[in-house]
């Protein structure tokens, strides 16, 4: 037992012990408890949904590792997707080319990038926490969508952009590709970038990580504009998947990624944190609530097991490392 | 003076850390009303002994422990506190919010009625210990307003309203002036008078011998001896205190030979430092000394680039350099180990590994990216080359011992190539074991032809291991010493003057 936990410490690392325990029991749960568990459709509807709280759960994680927050996650996201869609509308609504349809996701990743930048120049210059800062951000952006879109939705876009949201390509969905290119970029950042190595180091000790000459405030302005980017991301799947823009899409899922982070290991303080946990942990909260539809239970009863499923992570996490130092003093 | 028995003996006091011995088997007596000066270096184990006497470590089986000439079995921090030990630690563990009343008191705040708390109690506490010190405070005043040496006088109050019988003073003239030292002198005259014992821990010798009826000196751990005051010199008690013997030689050579390697003409940063001009040669070591406060850290920041001067010049090889930051200076070959260890110098929870390439991350990329097969080899080659005991490389760093994390925090200043390496109080929180070994290395790097600046307030340490030593007072270099036309006594008493 105790070879096979270091050899799977060693291969995969310590963090991934609890969302790889969590995977396993949610899965024999449900496999004995719905018949149906163990099908392609669960699979099918968890592949689907996943990717847009994957998305934004990446676009928190950046700013949660460098012992940072940011609460503007889902509205840079929505103002994201009202920037593509003003773009598809301005060159002929659902008739617009594909040349459009690209502009257009420009515009998107170019407004992610300016809302994450601004963000991170504010965190970066006046050394406000990022909870006020972000806060500010996520009010002002909500404002300012629910002014240009009177509150309303803003729809009708070319056939072609739906699969984005909701088509298969070799027979996995687009946006779950998509999904996973982007946490394979994500992994690259954090473990081979010197943006990456940064903006771990400045998560535990951002004054030492001054005095070792890295450059604090850039690493801090470009984190927070690569969340807005990702969150960008995320603002183009949830258009093409409601087939509509609305300011106010996806705001539940604001606390959720940060959930999903600490579920993955995510030190809570900052400065420590991978992506592969985060995204076996994501999987879990969706596969938990996928499980629940299919037997019958309320949506609103998954979430409630979310927070359960967290504090009996966080508790037998505790337990874990007493248990770890108990070991050591006998040995 | 003599009485029957002593306030406090202690024999064969014994405290092991994880197989370090800290105390090896110490005697330590106070008698009531007397001034003692507990006296060594750094790490000779004056902490450590104060925390037996005060509860807070249990001495090993064996010791034996009188107060007031009644055995004590087991102290307790509880029990010091109601026999009346009290302790003024250095960093005087005081609330700068609250009020000095309130800072005097505090202890008595738990005791109201009713379990509120009673403010003219304490009030009234507050100006009674600040009567018998003889002083005269606004009670109301927040702490934070006051200078340094009313804060310590604050800190002593406190000590008062337990009921002291005996106080022990860490190095209480560290961060004071030489008026403000006299005036603490002054304050335990009063105290002495009015029957309290006071134990002072301090390594300025003068003040010490002004002040203290006996002393006590220990070293690594072990007693050295207990001396009466009266024919002791400042020089007599150095050498107790480092028993080092007198053909420890000091290292200073001529470098006229060597070029330039830093010039620094006239530089200035208001409040901070002034008119400050020296050259620094190719493998010479330029030591730097001075009282806390001299702007010696101040002095450095602004040649590592993190600070920008008002005024002067900072010459790289003969060219005028002008850093917007320490990323500049770090480019251009100047590096800092920064005295904080603990919350600057190095970033305590992550591993080894990132610590030790942090400030050289452009070295090992690969094709843009972090080659961790880089990384690893020049990890393994600092940690070999300087000789670090470590687990391995992805341990926290904050699980090494003081000395190998110093190595690993100059080894991270190595791996950048630097021609200018600044050490600022290397060998602070070191054990005295492992100071020589960091010195070792320094005196190597030198050898090699590193220039080298050694700022230190141990006068002892730069006295040995620099090639010339600058004495700074309040931002000015008073006076340069070549250690090899100077005694240690000479420069200790000009820096303690």
Same mark, same amino acid.
């Given at each position: 037992m105790k070879t096979f936990v270091q050899k799977f410490n060693a291969t995969f690392?310590? /963090?991934?012990g609890g969302p790889v325990i969590a995977f396993v029991s949610v899965m024999l749960i449900f496999g004995l408890a719905a018949d149906n568990f163990l099908s392609l459709a669960t699979f099918g509807s968890v592949a689907f949904q996943l990717p847009e709280l994957g998305l934004l759960t990446l676009a928190m994680l950046l700013p949660l590792l460098t012992g940072g927050i940011n609460l503007s996650i889902t509205f840079t996201a929505n103002l994201a997707g009202l920037a593509a869609a003003w773009v598809l509308q301005a060159h002929g609504?659902? /008739?617009?080319p594909v040349s459009a349809f690209l502009l257009a996701c420009l515009a998107a990743l170019a407004t992610g990038a300016a809302a994450g930048a601004l963000t991170g120049v504010a965190i970066a210059y006046t050394r406000a926490h990022p909870i006020l800062v972000t806060l500010s951000m996520m009010i002002f952006l909500r404002g300012l969508g629910e002014f240009l879109t009177r509150g309303g939705d803003v729809s009708g876009f070319p056939a072609y952009v739906a699969p984005l949201g909701h088509g298969s390509l070799f027979g996995l969905p687009i946006p779950l590709l998509i999904f996973v290119f982007c946490v394979a970029a994500w992994h690259v950042l954090l473990t081979r970038s010197k943006l990456g190595f940064g903006l771990l180091m400045i998560g535990s000790n951002m004054e030492a990580a001054d005095y070792s000459g890295l450059n604090t405030r850039k690493i801090v302005v470009l984190v927070y504009t690569l969340s807005g980017v990702m969150c960008a991301v995320a603002g183009i799947i949830m258009l093409a998947r409601f087939n509509s823009v609305r300011v106010g899409h996806g705001e539940s899922y604001l606390l959720i990624t940060v959930l999903a982070a600490f579920l993955g290991g995510v030190n809570p303080f900052g400065g420590f944190g991978r992506v592969l946990p985060v995204f076996v942990a994501l999987v879990v909260l969706q596969l938990l609530s996928s499980g629940l539809n299919l037997m019958g239970a309320n949506q609103h009863l998954a979430t409630a097991l979310w927070g359960v499923l967290m504090i009996v992570v966080m508790t037998a996490r505790t337990l874990a490392s007493n248990y770890r130092i108990f070991m050591r003093k006998k040995a | 003076m003599t009485v029957s028995h002593p306030l406090l003996s202690l024999k064969n006091i014994k405290v092991t850390f994880g197989g370090v011995r800290a105390l090896k088997g110490v005697s330590f007596e106070v008698n009531p009303g007397e001034v003692h000066c507990l006296a060594g270096e750094n790490g000779c184990g004056k902490s450590t002994l104060i925390k037996v006497i005060t509860g807070v470590y249990t001495p090993e089986d064996g010791a034996e422990f009188l107060f007031d000439g009644k055995p004590i079995a087991a102290m307790t921090p509880t029990l010091a506190q109601s026999l009346g030990i009290q302790v003024i630690w250095q960093d005087l563990a005081l609330f700068g919010e609250m009020s000095v009343a309130e800072n005097i008191g505090f202890q008595l705040a738990v005791k109201g009625k009713y379990g509120l708390i009673d403010k003219s109690a304490i009030d009234a506490a507050a100006k009674k210990a600040l009567a018998r010190l003889g002083i005269e405070l606004d009670i109301h005043m927040p702490l934070k307003e006051l200078a340094i040496a009313q804060r310590q006088i604050v800190a002593i109050a406190r000590a008062l309203v337990g009921e002291a019988r005996l106080v022990f003073m860490d190095e209480p003239t560290a961060s004071l002036t030489q008026s403000e030292t006299d005036y603490l002198i002054e304050i335990v005259r009063n105290l002495q008078a009015s029957g309290v014992a006071v134990v002072f821990v301090s390594h300025r010798l003068a003040e010490v011998l002004e002040i203290s009826d006996r002393i006590t000196v220990l070293r690594d751990g072990a007693l050295v001896g207990v001396y009466p005051v009266e024919g002791m010199t400042q020089s007599r008690v150095t050498e107790l205190m480092t028993g080092r013997n007198f053909d420890s030689a000091v290292i200073a050579a001529d470098h006229d030979d060597a070029p330039v390697v830093l010039s620094v003409k006239n530089l200035t940063r208001h409040g901070e430092f002034s008119n400050v001009s020296f050259d620094l040669r190719r493998g010479e070591t330029l030591g730097i000394t001075g009282l806390l406060g001299a702007g010696r850290t101040e002095l450095a920041l602004t040649l590592f680039g993190m600070r920008q001067p008002h005024s002067g010049e900072i010459l790289l090889a003969g060219e005028k350099v002008r850093f917007g930051s320490n990323r500049d200076a770090i480019r251009a070959g100047v590096a800092y180990l920064s005295e904080d260890r603990l919350s600057l110098g190095l970033n305590q929870p992550q591993s080894i590994a990132d610590n030790l390439v942090m400030a050289s991350l452009d070295r090992i990329l690969s094709g843009g990216l972090i080659s961790s097969s880089r990384k690893a080899n020049v990890v393994a080659h600092w940690i070999s080359e300087l000789g670090v005991k470590i687990g391995t490389p992805d341990d926290p760093i904050r699980t090494l011992s003081g000395g190998n994390q110093q190595r690993v925090a100059i080894a991270k200043w190595l791996a950048i190539g630097p021609r200018i390496l600044i050490l600022d109080a290397p060998t602070v929180g070191v054990d005295v074991g492992a100071r020589a070994g960091i010195f070792d290395i320094v005196r190597k790097l030198a050898a090699e032809g590193l220039s080298i600046i050694l700022i230190s307030d141990e006068p002892p340490e730069v006295y040995f291991n620099a090639d010339r030593v600058i004495h700074m007072v309040e931002g000015r270099f008073q006076a340069v010493y070549d250690p090899r036309q100077t005694s240690l006594t000479e420069l200790e008493s000009a820096v303690y003057a």
């Open positions: 690392g310590a /963090d991934m609504g659902a /008739d617009a | -």
